[in-house]
């Protein structure tokens, strides 16, 4: 039997669940990391990401929490506002966060987290990168594969063979639909009927407005809600740039949408869009510059019935896609990324049989909170869009009871029995505790199972 150490571990995806699970197995020891990513660098959509206590928790674990930290913004308040007025409806002192948790709230640069997690992985001479490798054709079993197929014109594609493959391959994940198609079951992408516009302002764009320079050099996230729409947004890479993500009904969308689900949006139909906001977000919004509009289509998929199959687990977007309400969807496929990680870390044996159950207690510690978080990411979403009507009433009299210290925040991001749910969780150490007793709950599944 082959050394743990030595066990051959394939990754697809270089995204940030794809990233965190290479550096936390080669920090645990792991010797043969191969991580194959279809685009030819890691070039990354310029966007704002929040990087809530439970990301930094295991970004610290894995020694690259520092420099990240470095070039984030520490959110010290979140205020809710009513688009259309700029009245204030809810506001949330964050202070308390880093007492809480160990950790601050702070929002960064997407390239700056990737960064520091890839500039983390080069360190590690376990982990080999492969760029511009699409991997297709995932095989099943105990000596998982796929067909490597280099995006360069004349070069011959050819077979990766490894003792256990991890699937990050995002929204459109093809493991993931070879998985399924494996185990007979139907289910789909799903469209949210919603998309997003995500904008970036240089801050010397503002130098001349006193109002919008303020909301730059603040600690706050605002966000401004209205019917079926809000806007997210908040100062990054050191209060230099100003970071603005929108959602709203997704009408631009009369035909699909591009490969990776990113096509560039038009400054006039986003100004129409949020034609009814106060005079003031509709300045900011106009100083975006033409063409650097970028609109994202937003998806979802029904929970999936497992995560896992034979030495294939899937993880990040590939199995629990989000609406980004809750601003988690990365934080948790960095929780993924870690606990398979540990768990891979605590085989008492290499045989194929005990690297299935340990990539089934991953899926234990992980799947039922994962997905809870999605429900409650749109549930947020559907609380934060409402139009006219009763059930806005009641989110405006809860918005109001707020103020006055009492009750729950509409906007589960901001609400303290939410953040514990979120922040109190330490992934890894749950991972530590109970691996033994779940690992020994595991049956040897049946090889080439189907589930229907
Ligand atoms: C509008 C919006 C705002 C968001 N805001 C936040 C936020 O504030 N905080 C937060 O935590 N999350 C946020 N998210 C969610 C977050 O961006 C994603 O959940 C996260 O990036 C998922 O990471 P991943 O590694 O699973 O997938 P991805 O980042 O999609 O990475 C997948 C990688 O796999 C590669 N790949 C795909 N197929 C193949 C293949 N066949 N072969 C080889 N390579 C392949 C892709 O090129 C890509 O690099 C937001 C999402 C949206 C849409």
């Excluded at 990754?11 to 699970?21: E, F, Q, S, W, Y």
């Excluded at 960064?108 to 001479?125: D, F, V």
């Excluded at 159950?357 to 234990?364: M, Q, S």
């Excluded at 409650?376 to 210290?405: I, P, T, V």
Aim: hydrophobic share 40%.
């Amino acid at each position: 039997m082959q050394n743990l150490e030595n066990l051959q571990i394939a990754i697809i995806g270089a995204g940030m669940g794809g990233l965190t699970t290479a550096l936390a197995l080669a920090k645990r020891g792991f010797k043969s990391i191969d991580v194959y990513e279809n685009a030819q660098d890691l070039g990354f959509v310029g966007a704002g990401i929040q990087l809530a206590p439970n990301m930094a928790r295991v970004l610290d674990g894995l020694g690259v929490w520092r420099r990240i930290e470095a070039e984030a913004v520490d959110i010290t308040e979140t205020s809710v506002r009513d688009g259309a007025t700029d009245n204030e409806l809810a506001h949330v002192e964050l202070g308390y966060i880093e007492k809480t948790y160990g950790y601050k709230h702070m929002v960064g640069h997407r390239a700056s987290l990737a960064g520091g997690l890839y500039e983390g992985c080069k360190k590690q001479p376990a982990i080999k990168f492969h760029f511009g490798i699409n991997a297709e054709y995932v095989e099943f079993g105990s000596r998982p594969s796929f067909i490597a197929v280099p995006r360069k014109q004349g070069e011959v594609s050819f077979r990766v063979e490894c003792d256990v493959l991890l699937a990050a391959d995002g929204i459109k994940s093809l493991a993931r639909q070879e998985m399924l198609k494996r185990l007979n079951v139907h289910t789909g992408v799903r469209d949210t009927n919603q998309a997003a516009y995500r904008i970036m302002i240089h801050k010397d764009k503002l130098k001349d407005d006193p109002e919008l320079l303020a909301l730059i050099n603040s600690t706050r996230v605002t966000r401004w809600i209205g019917a079926k729409r809000h806007i997210i947004a908040y100062a990054v890479s050191n209060n230099t740039i100003y970071n603005l993500s929108t959602i709203q009904p997704d009408t631009n969308f009369a035909a699909a949408t591009n490969a990776t689900y990113t096509t560039k949006g038009s400054k006039s139909a986003m100004m129409q869009v949020f034609d009814d906001f106060c005079p003031m977000v509709k300045r900011l919004l106009n100083y975006v510059p033409e063409g650097e509009v970028c609109e994202w289509k937003l998806r979802v998929h029904d929970p999936l019935p497992t995560w896992v199959h034979e030495n294939v687990a899937l993880l990040g977007d590939a199995c629990h896609p989000t609406l980004p309400h809750l601003a988690q969807g990365a934080a948790q496929a960095i929780e993924d990324g870690a606990v398979i990680a540990a768990a891979l870390s605590r085989l008492p044996d290499t045989t194929p049989d005990s690297i299935n159950k340990a990539l089934r207690v991953y899926e234990k510690v992980r799947k039922s909170r994962a997905e809870t978080l999605v429900e409650m990411a749109a549930a947020s979403g559907r609380a934060l869009h409402l139009g006219d009507g009763a059930a806005k009433e009641e989110r405006d009299r809860q918005f109001a009871a707020l103020r006055q210290g009492k009750g729950p925040v509409p906007d589960k991001w901001a609400d303290a029995d939410v953040q514990r749910e979120i922040y109190g969780f330490d992934c890894i150490k749950v991972t530590e505790e109970r691996f033994d007793e779940y690992f020994g709950q595991m049956d040897n599944t049946p090889r080439d199972s189907k589930l229907a």
